[in-house]
């Protein structure tokens, strides 16, 4: 199917793909590691509709034989985002972009998500990493490491 074709479908295409790898290691943690902040990344610019997307998700660190059997919910902050299509149901203002269950195969389950971007520029993303007991990225007094590839996909107006 050419360009012409698809533009006659009337489904969107992306037109652009960036990809971003946020590593904890790279953040600003804060003392409980639930929150970090990215405050060297290159400015990333939004000026059509894009989605974001998870690529992947790896978890390294000395904590990591305790992550297992957990469940991470994995939100942002310091985005902006079409809140008329997005619906969080635990009352928190930050979007959910990832919720994983690391289990003793050290494997990752990781639901589908997408969130809808608003034009911006995006110059420090804040993520905040909380599993089901409650900690941050952190177990037993040993740090975990996360490693999330992200997408956005840049439509045509």
């Known amino acids: 199917m050419n360009y012409e074709e698809i533009k006659q479908t009337k489904k969107p295409v992306p037109v652009k793909y960036k990809t971003l790898w946020l590593n904890t290691i790279d953040g600003v943690a804060s003392a409980d590691r639930k929150s970090f902040a990215f405050n060297n990344l290159p400015l990333i610019q939004i000026r059509n509709k894009s989605i974001l997307k998870i690529n992947s998700i790896t978890l390294s660190g000395a904590g990591l034989g305790s992550a297992s059997n957990h469940n991470w ?64 990225a952190i177990k037993n007094s040993q740090a975990i490491d996360f490693y999330i590839s992200i997408c956005i996909e840049e439509y045509e107006l």
């Open 73 to 136: 919910t994995i939100k942002m902050q310091n985005i902006k985002f079409n809140q008329t299509s997005y619906f969080n149901s635990d009352n928190d203002n930050n979007p959910t972009i990832a919720c994983i269950n690391y289990d003793t195969n050290n494997s990752i389950q990781n639901g589908k998500y997408s969130l809808e971007l608003t034009p911006q520029d995006i110059n420090q993303p804040i993520l905040h990493i909380v599993s089901d007991d409650g900690h941050g």
